[in-house]
Each structure stands twice: as structure tokens, then as C-alpha cells.
């Protein structure tokens, strides 16, 4: 059985840093994308970053510079570092991966795994 666990959200002030991690378990055969997707208050879901087929790297313009995406492989983990947070920043970060090649998109439907979600929340 396929988990995502996500660790590391809380509570952040403006222009601080955050590292979530996903620890993934269970046997997958093919991965074609691992991504990060986040809920904000009053926003549809969007994609903060992802790998895409083992070789590209995509980030969303709004966190591009201060959002990284990293995988530790040999831990089976997708790790998100934030830095330079901003309050819009705010919200519910989710873990997703997506099987299916050429399969691209933020609903449901486009991913077969998704972890519970944690919260991170940037305020003073």
C-alpha cells in the first residue's frame, strides 16, 4: 500500500523559512511526476513545484526563487524548502504524484497519490 506523509508545516513569520518534507512508502512502479500542490484561502488548488519524468524541474512563477524542490531518492522523500515566505504563502501544502505519463494538472483526478496535507500558515 502507497503512503505520503507530510512533515513539517506550522507556523512561519514573513520573510522566514520552511522545509516540508514527503516521505513516501510503499512500491510504486513508475512515477511520472512528484509534486507539491498547495490550497490558499480564496485561491484554487495550484501547483507550487514538481518533477516531471526524472529530469524536469517546474516551479510556479510565484514562488520561483524562493521555493526549491529536492528529492533524497535514497530516503524516498520529495522535500519543498520556502524561503523569503510571504503571508500569501499561506495555506494547505499537499504531496501528489501522478503515474500516468503525460498526465498534467492540479485537480484530483490528475494524481493517484496524494498525501493528507499539512498546514502552513505565514503571519506575524
Known amino acids: 500500500q502507497v503512503q505520503l506523509v507530510e512533515s513539517g508545516g506550522g507556523l512561519v513569520q514573513p520573510g522566514g523559512s520552511l522545509r516540508l518534507s514527503c516521505a513516501v512508502s510503499g512500491s510504486i512502479a513508475n512515477i511520472y511526476s512528484m509534486n507539491w500542490v498547495r490550497q490558499t484561502p480564496g485561491k484554487e488548488r495550484e501547483l507550487v513545484a514538481a518533477?516531471?519524468?526524472?529530469?524536469?524541474?517546474v516551479v510556479n512563477d510565484a514562488v520561483k526563487g524562493r521555493f526549491t524542490i529536492a528529492r533524497d531518492k535514497g530516503e524516498n522523500t520529495l522535500i519543498l524548502q520556502g524561503d523569503n515566505l510571504e503571508p500569501e504563502d499561506t495555506g494547505v501544502y499537499y504531496c501528489?504524484?501522478?503515474?500516468?505519463?503525460?498526465?498534467?494538472?492540479?485537480?484530483?483526478?490528475?494524481?493517484?497519490?496524494w498525501g493528507q496535507g499539512t498546514q502552513v500558515t505565514v503571519s506575524s
Open positions: 518533477f516531471i519524468a526524472d529530469g524536469i524541474t
Open positions: 501528489a504524484l501522478c503515474t500516468r505519463f503525460g498526465v498534467w494538472g492540479v485537480s484530483p483526478d490528475d494524481f493517484d497519490y
